[in-house]
């Protein structure tokens, strides 16, 4: 093992080799989501900006691919990281897993690349297959959603044959499961339909049941490493919990998928499933309120990763605000009409994906800095702290002011673009033009340019901490006990 | 200008009021937030052993209901059968939601420390 404090491979396992390289990918991949997200704003307050070289349809596109994609790097890179310690032996078929990051990664260059330069033209039957399949979100042409599929598939196997190799604990099982279900969801927004009503059903598959059913199982999942990492609470107490979670998740959030099918031209009785899930999908967040105080009470918190513990205490108040308060907020169908696809809709998504899903990613990014420099301390008083306390606040700050921002402006559309005007072409002017709508967006990049600062300095601190601290990390009680 | 609505359409929804707009967003976020301070002075009191913080509990509790009812009004909720079953369920599934997970917490951490002990004797 390497001195403490100098980053050296020699510290990892293979499992968490190739972890790195994910993770590496993944922030670069934020910082593309930023980068994009910022000339997507300016844009906004600036029409002609880059109009005719970097259109405002091809940010706004590699803007949201870019944050699925890095966040699906963080989730195979944190599984990878944790793969060979939870199983207890090393990883089986490593070299395809490290074929496929290459591979995935390769395609990922391709298709920003047809993105950034081939955007314009006739669409045909060639042009779904190698320049855009046209579906909001899932834009990427049908080789790489081939591709996409095929790594997941190659990822499933390495992580369930490792798993049946080694010990095949409760968060193997759960994480098994639900790679299955990652993979098959994903065909379900590759059907071809040319009935518009059709196409969104299934679509929606892939951009709810993926993001409120997969990615929220596999974040437990994490987390529940994660506690016992950084907290040594008992594996038994975690992995019954994270049982129940997964019941309640699914339970109310497989048929709250309804609340998108109220205006896509699907049966009525969509209505009623909508409406009742979305009003009783917050009561699992509210009730683990009380787990959270309840283990909080029992752990006193303690933890040798600062930075990881403040982001994933970060990811529940996230996730509870993000998809709790402002997702219920609009989610009845009889307001929800008047919502749906303005800003509001933008505002519940930024806070909802920072809130729960971002923050998981850079916490496990932080568990593995430490580990990669031998092990470090890694606290509130250690040299340069202040990077990463003031990239957490900054980030944060940043988001919260993009998403009361596009609060405002989402307040302002539903009123004069939907319940004035009818939805029309002309009112959906009158509200773009409006006062209203200006100072939102120019609040928004305000926040914007907060938030880039605190991407810089996340960048910075991801690559500098614990590299001048010679302490050695201590574990909690628990996972010391164990070790 | 607001979209009249099919005879079908007024059986399963009422479309918001643009005067109670903000109602429906203020009241629907308090139905969060009061579910959430219910849950967090419900699980303190107990994990603490300060029965005195139960009473502010079952306080935020009433504001949750209140919140519920505010948000039933304004989002038409009361106009139909069903929409009021909703109403009725969420009262019902916030007030019970914090206790069955108590029961849980304390279920899963049986004979881990003294304080789940305590709360086991309650």
């Not at chain 1, 910022?38 to 900006?49: H, N, R, S, T, V």
């Not at chain 2, 359409?9 to 429906?24: G, K, Q, S, Y």
Request: net charge neutral; glycine share 10%; charged share 10%.
């Amino acid at each position: 093992m390497a001195a403490l404090g100098t980053l050296s491979s020699a510290n990892l396992n293979g499992g968490q080799k190739l972890a790195v390289k994910f993770f590496t990918v993944a922030i670069a991949l934020f910082g593309a989501q930023v980068l994009f997200g910022m000339l997507a704003g300016i844009q906004y307050l600036k029409p002609d900006f880059l109009f005719g070289i970097l259109d405002f349809s091809v940010n706004r596109m590699l803007h949201i691919n870019a944050m699925v994609v890095w966040l699906l790097f963080g989730f195979i890179g944190a599984v990878y990281w944790i793969l060979e310690d939870e199983s207890g032996t090393p990883v089986v078929g490593l070299g395809l897993g490290n074929l496929m990051f290459w591979v995935f990664t390769l395609a990922v260059v391709v298709v920003v690349l047809v993105y950034l330069l081939v955007q314009t033209g006739p669409g045909e039957l060639k042009s779904i297959w190698l320049i855009n399949e046209g579906r909001e979100y899932i834009e990427a042409p049908r080789w790489a959603d081939i591709g996409i599929v095929v790594c997941v598939l190659i990822f499933f196997y390495n992580v369930a044959a490792t798993f049946m190799k080694g010990r095949f604990t409760g968060i193997a099982g759960v994480l098994v499961f639900d790679l299955v279900a990652l993979a098959g969801l994903y065909l379900a927004g590759m059907w071809y339909t040319p009935n518009i009503s059709m196409d969104q059903h299934w679509w929606w598959w892939v951009i709810h049941l993926w993001v409120e059913a997969t990615w929220e199982v596999l974040v437990g999942c994490l987390l529940a490493y994660g506690l016992v990492k950084t907290m040594g609470v008992r594996r038994k107490i975690v992995e019954t919990w994270l049982y129940i979670e997964v019941a309640l998740l699914f339970g109310s959030g497989i048929l709250g998928l309804g609340h998108h099918y109220f205006w896509i031209g699907t049966p009525e009785y969509w209505l009623s499933i909508g409406g009742f899930f979305s009003a009783l999908e917050p009561i699992p967040l509210v009730a683990m309120v009380v787990h959270a105080v309840f283990d909080a009470g029992h752990h006193k918190m303690k933890s040798a990763n600062h930075p990881a513990l403040a982001w994933m205490i970060a990811q529940a108040f996230g996730n509870f605000f993000g998809a709790g308060v402002w997702g219920f907020m609009h989610t009845l169908p009889q307001i929800n009409l008047y919502t749906h696809g303005t800003q509001w809709t933008a505002s519940h998504g930024h806070l909802a994906f920072f809130g729960a899903y971002s923050t998981i990613v850079i916490a496990f990014v932080y568990l593995a800095v430490q580990k990669w420099r031998g092990d470090v301390w890694m606290s509130g008083n250690m040299a340069g702290a202040w990077k990463w306390k003031w990239a957490l606040f900054l980030l944060h700050a940043g988001m919260i002011g993009m998403t009361m921002a596009l609060l405002i402006t989402g307040y302002e559309q539903s009123q004069i673009e939907r319940a004035i005007g009818g939805s029309t072409w002309t009112a959906y002017f009158e509200a773009q033009a409006h006062v209203w709508f200006v100072q939102g967006m120019n609040w928004r990049m305000i926040s914007g340019w907060a938030f880039t600062a605190g991407f810089v300095l996340l960048a910075w601190d991801l690559m500098t901490i614990g590299k001048r601290e010679t302490r050695p990390a201590q574990l909690p009680a628990a996972e010391a006990a164990a070790a | 200008m607001r979209r009249t609505l099919t005879s079908q359409e007024r059986v399963v929804i009422e479309p918001v009021h643009l005067a109670d707009f903000f109602t429906v967003f203020f009241s629907a976020a308090s139905v969060i937030l009061f579910g959430a301070l219910y849950a967090l002075l419900f699980a303190w009191s107990r994990v603490r052993g300060r029965p005195r913080l139960m009473p502010m509990a079952y306080a935020a509790y009433l504001g949750l209901a209140a919140s519920v009812i505010v948000l039933g009004n304004a989002a038409n909720l009361f106009n139909s059968h069903y929409w009021t079953f909703i109403v009725l369920l969420m009262l019902v599934g916030y007030l019970v939601a914090p206790h069955a997970i108590w029961h849980l917490c304390v279920g899963t951490h049986v004979g881990e420390d003294e304080a789940v002990k305590v709360s086991q004797q309650r």
